[in-house]
Protein backbone atom coordinates (compact mmCIF):
# COMPACT_ATOMS: atom_id res chain seq x y z
CA UNK A 1 0.00 0.00 0.00
CA UNK A 2 1.15 3.49 -0.99
CA UNK A 3 2.06 6.53 1.16
CA UNK A 4 -0.98 8.76 2.92
CA UNK A 5 -1.51 12.09 0.72
CA UNK A 6 -0.07 13.80 4.30
CA UNK A 7 3.34 11.45 4.32
CA UNK A 8 3.32 12.35 0.47
CA UNK A 9 3.47 15.81 0.88
CA UNK A 10 5.78 15.86 3.80
CA UNK A 11 8.11 13.85 1.76
CA UNK A 12 7.56 15.65 -1.37
CA UNK A 13 8.23 19.50 0.21
CA UNK A 14 11.45 18.16 1.99
CA UNK A 15 12.57 16.70 -1.31
CA UNK A 16 11.90 20.11 -2.88
CA UNK A 17 13.78 21.92 -0.13
CA UNK A 18 16.61 19.88 -0.12
CA UNK A 19 17.04 20.04 -4.32
CA UNK A 20 16.51 23.85 -3.95
CA UNK A 21 18.50 24.33 -1.03
CA UNK A 22 15.57 26.12 0.98
CA UNK A 23 15.73 25.94 5.00
CA UNK A 24 12.43 25.81 6.95
CA UNK A 25 13.38 28.69 8.13
CA UNK A 26 12.86 30.08 4.25
CA UNK A 27 10.12 28.08 3.50
CA UNK A 28 8.57 29.76 6.72
CA UNK A 29 9.03 33.04 5.52
CA UNK A 30 7.07 32.31 2.31
CA UNK A 31 4.17 31.18 3.81
CA UNK A 32 4.25 33.43 6.54
CA UNK A 33 5.03 31.06 9.43
CA UNK A 34 7.77 30.71 11.93
CA UNK A 35 10.21 28.00 11.05
CA UNK A 36 8.74 26.05 14.33
CA UNK A 37 5.03 25.94 12.50
CA UNK A 38 7.06 24.35 9.09
CA UNK A 39 8.49 21.84 11.39
CA UNK A 40 5.79 20.65 13.02
CA UNK A 41 3.92 20.60 9.39
CA UNK A 42 7.25 18.80 8.38
CA UNK A 43 6.84 15.76 11.52
CA UNK A 44 3.30 15.29 11.37
CA UNK A 45 2.24 17.69 14.11
CA UNK A 46 0.01 19.57 12.56
CA UNK A 47 -1.28 19.24 8.35
CA UNK A 48 -0.69 21.32 5.95
CA UNK A 49 -3.08 23.06 4.74
CA UNK A 50 -4.76 23.63 0.98
CA UNK A 51 -3.20 27.53 1.19
CA UNK A 52 -0.15 25.86 1.82
CA UNK A 53 0.17 23.90 -1.02
CA UNK A 54 -1.01 26.59 -3.38
CA UNK A 55 1.75 28.90 -1.80
CA UNK A 56 4.36 26.41 -2.10
CA UNK A 57 3.72 25.25 -5.47
CA UNK A 58 3.37 29.03 -6.51
CA UNK A 59 7.14 29.17 -4.74
CA UNK A 60 8.50 26.12 -6.24
CA UNK A 61 6.87 27.14 -9.89
CA UNK A 62 4.70 23.90 -9.48
CA UNK A 63 1.37 23.25 -10.27
CA UNK A 64 -0.10 22.02 -7.03
CA UNK A 65 -0.97 19.02 -8.95
CA UNK A 66 2.94 18.09 -8.85
CA UNK A 67 3.26 19.16 -5.36
CA UNK A 68 0.71 16.62 -4.43
CA UNK A 69 1.30 13.89 -7.12
CA UNK A 70 5.23 13.54 -4.67
CA UNK A 71 8.58 14.08 -4.28
CA UNK A 72 9.24 12.27 -8.04
CA UNK A 73 6.78 14.48 -10.08
CA UNK A 74 7.66 17.92 -8.09
CA UNK A 75 11.37 17.49 -8.25
CA UNK A 76 11.25 16.68 -12.04
CA UNK A 77 8.56 19.73 -12.88
CA UNK A 78 10.80 21.73 -10.91
CA UNK A 79 12.09 24.52 -13.37
CA UNK A 80 15.87 24.75 -13.79
CA UNK A 81 16.73 27.90 -12.30
CA UNK A 82 15.24 26.90 -9.14
CA UNK A 83 17.63 23.85 -8.70
CA UNK A 84 20.63 24.57 -6.10
CA UNK A 85 23.28 23.31 -8.43
CA UNK A 86 22.09 25.74 -10.98
CA UNK A 87 21.48 28.84 -8.51
CA UNK A 88 25.56 27.89 -6.96
CA UNK A 89 27.20 27.98 -10.87
CA UNK A 90 25.15 30.93 -11.71
CA UNK A 91 26.54 32.81 -8.50
CA UNK A 92 29.86 31.70 -9.36
CA UNK A 93 29.75 32.85 -12.55
CA UNK A 94 28.81 35.89 -11.69
CA UNK A 95 32.11 36.86 -9.59
Known amino acids: MGLCLE ?3 RLTVAALMQVTGDS ?7 LGLTQTQVSR ?3 GAVSWSLRDVNV ?7 GALDLLAGPTRACEALP ?4 RSVRAETKGASR
Open 7 to 9: ESL
Open 24 to 30: QRSVAAV
Open 41 to 43: RQS
Open 56 to 62: LAEHYGI
Open 80 to 83: ADRR
